[in-house]
């Protein structure tokens, strides 16, 4: 039997093992029920020729060490995948960019409402037996930016029509308004763009308005942590929502701000959402060994 190893935190789609089952694969599931390491990646290797993988980095190095013939993303992102090398060493890549679109458009729009309205603070109180109403403000009439417009941005920007918000994009692929010109403009800024790279560090965050609120749903380096704190402590930042984190599981410093919320990396965790990506990403995986 040939080793198909499966390194997303969980994989619970029993029609999805079976496929690898039926074609005589040997499955192997992630030990560590969490993001791999590089290193504990590569000691999973051996023997393995396909991958149905997460958001672990899979480098040159553990790519040429290796008997893999196929990479099959559970999700959107390939920037954690060296493509180029995956690309002069043989390795088919594929994912699976529209299974996540609706599961992470609502969790996004389900979580500024919650920044907005102060609701997660007062949840919290009242599992205390505290009762205190706080403040908080509408999403209506509210200029949000959404930065990264593609699958998932599109379809946030319909879920927001109803709220009446004056709606800004910005988008490396989309000839427009640019980043510097639409910060200061946002009182809602949400990330949804592909890429590893810094998109708001410290001088982003000096032309924002004060009392803006940041979501996070892309990649966590995306926002400069350091940066974040800072504007949470001024006041600069109302509020912020985060999805993902350079290193995860988290553990750092935004979890002392009641003002944040905090999600471990669930933009896609919905049943019907992680039942499509599964079978999509085994889909794939089949489709380049058995074409």
């Given amino acids: ?91 088919a890549v594929r994912n699976t960019p529209d299974a996540p679109i609706t599961a992470v458009a609502e969790l996004t729009l389900g979580s500024l409402l919650s920044l907005l309205r102060r609701i997660h603070q007062m949840n919290h109180d009242l599992h205390i037996k505290t009762w205190d109403k706080k403040m908080g403000v509408q999403l209506a009439g509210k200029t949000v930016l959404i930065i990264g417009f593609g699958r998932i941005g599109k379809y946030l920007a319909k879920l927001l029509e109803p709220f009446k918000v004056k709606l800004l994009t910005v988008d490396s692929a989309i000839q427009g308004i640019s980043l510097k010109e639409a910060l200061p403009q946002a009182d809602i ?52 929502w985060l999805d993902v984190f350079s290193e995860e599981p988290y553990s750092g410093p935004l979890a002392e701000f009641p003002q944040v919320i905090l999600t471990p990396h669930i933009g896609s965790y919905t049943k019907e959402c992680r039942t499509c990506m599964e079978i999509e990403a085994v889909d794939n995986l089949l489709k380049c060994f058995l074409r």
């Fill in 1 to 91: 039997m040939t080793k198909i190893l499966i390194t997303t935190s969980s994989f619970e789609t029993k029609e999805a093992l079976e496929k690898l089952r039926v074609q005589n694969f040997e499955v192997v599931l992630n030990p560590h029920k969490r993001k791999v390491t590089p290193e504990e990646l590569r000691e999973l290797l051996p023997g393995v020729i396909g991958l149905i993988a997460g958001t672990e980095k899979i480098d040159r190095g553990t790519m040429k060490n290796s008997q893999l013939k196929v990479i099959s993303r559970v999700g959107t992102g390939t920037d954690s995948i060296d493509l180029v090398a995956a690309e002069e060493l043989g390795i």
């Fill in 189 to 240: 800024v949400s990330l949804h763009m592909s890429g590893s790279q810094q998109v708001l560090g410290k001088d982003e965050f000096l032309i924002m308005k004060d009392g803006v609120y940041i979501l996070n749903v892309a990649r966590g380096g995306a926002v400069d942590e350091t940066a974040l704190i800072e504007s949470l402590k001024t006041g600069k930042v109302a509020g912020a």
